[in-house]
Every structure is written in C-alpha cells, then in structure tokens.
C-alpha cells in the first residue's frame, strides 16, 4: 500500500515550521545579548573643553614672558586707519609722544573677553600719564554695536573698530591671530607684542609699559 502524500507532507512540515521558530529564537537572543553587552560596557569618558583661563594664569602653558615677543629692528606701528568712537579715522601714529598699547580683539573671540578686564585695570593703572590703551575691535560692521556695547562694560576702554578688519595682516609681522596686543613706545616704534590671551594688569605687562615709557 502506498503512503498518504498528506501523511508523508505533515512531519516535514512540522520540523520546517520548527526550524523556522528556533532560528528565530537564536536571533532575538543574539540581539538582546548585543543590548544587554551594550548597557553593560560603559564608554570612555570624553575629557570637557577646558574652560577659559582665569586672568594672571598661564594659558596654553605659556606665561605672559613665554608669549612676549621682541622686534629684532626698529619696527613703526602700521600705517592704516582704524576707527574712534565718534567715527573719525584713527591711527597709531596720531598717537605719537604716548605709549600706546594697541590690542585687536573681537566679540567672537573668547580669550579676547578674557583678557579685556585687564587691560582695563592697565588703562586704569596709568590714568593720568601718557599710556593708552588702545582696543581695536575687528568684528564686522553689523556686530559693531555688540562690541560697543562690551567696551562699555570694561571702562575706561574706549570703543575702536577696524571695519574693513585687516589691522592683524598690516601688523609687522602679521598678527597669528586674535587676541595680539602690541606696545609701541613715545616714538612710535614697537617695543614687543604679546600674541595670545595675556594678563595685561600683572607685574610683567607693567614693566613692560615701564621700559616704553622710558625709552629703553
């Protein structure tokens, strides 16, 4: 007698759908080890961005002596006009017979708003005697009134603006980059630069101030 083709169908049926279940039982239990592992396995912690440097602290792991940077030869402030307050044409050599401390700085730069407290206490520190210092924003002209609004804040800084923002490539060197601070002497001459956040009211900035007022 031959066998039931229906008979002979249902065992093979049987083990395929079994089959079926178990690979799928194998694949749902691989996946819930790959989240269990996941939740398990902690990541590495990412380090934080650094924060700020406080004034009077080294940043970058340079000091304020590390950044200071001397001309090799007499060097003239750049002739290129920037802007006063009251928008009138400004430049360093209009200034001449004072030492001027020119600083480029801008709304975007955070170590320039670092720094914009001490150069105030340095304005502050020689009121009265033939220093200024002279902050020089390169911000655009349409965040001009927010870097107005800033100097406002650190008296008594004056509000000077660069509008068409090329002061740091008319430097001798080129300023690196934002904040630079050069100090010219009575003549005219620049007597060094700092490139970088600095702490313009400590001892070293003072003596530096010093030495233009001097002449040496």
Not at 13 to 36: N, R
Not at 143 to 169: G, T, V, W
Request: glycine share 8%.
């Amino acid at each position: 007698m031959s066998e039931d083709p229906q008979a002979q169908g249902k065992p093979k049926g049987g083990i395929l759908t079994w089959a079926l279940w178990g690979a799928a039982l194998v694949g749902v239990a691989a996946v819930v080890y790959i989240i269990v592992q996941a939740s398990t396995n902690t990541a590495p912690t990412q380090p934080s961005a650094p924060a700020p440097a406080a004034a009077g602290a080294k940043t970058g792991g340079a000091s304020f002596a590390d950044k200071l940077t001397t001309p090799t030869q007499p060097t003239p402030s750049p002739d290129y006009a920037f802007y006063d307050s009251a928008g009138k044409p400004l430049k360093v050599a209009d200034l001449k017979g004072k030492v001027v401390v020119l600083n480029i700085w801008a709304t975007w730069c955070a170590p320039c708003k670092v720094e914009m407290p001490t150069l105030a206490k340095l304005a502050k520190t020689y009121e009265g005697q033939p220093v200024e210092v002279v902050a020089v924003s390169i911000d655009s002209v349409d965040a001009a009134d927010q870097a107005r609004l800033f100097i406002a804040q650190n008296a008594p800084l004056k509000f000077y603006h660069d509008r068409e923002m090329k002061l740091p490539f008319k430097l001798v060197p080129a300023a690196p980059g934002a904040p630079t601070t050069v100090v010219y002497g009575k003549d005219g001459l620049e007597v060094g630069r700092v490139a970088g956040e600095a702490d313009w009211s400590g001892p070293e900035a003072r003596a530096l101030v010093e030495k233009a007022l001097a002449g040496a």
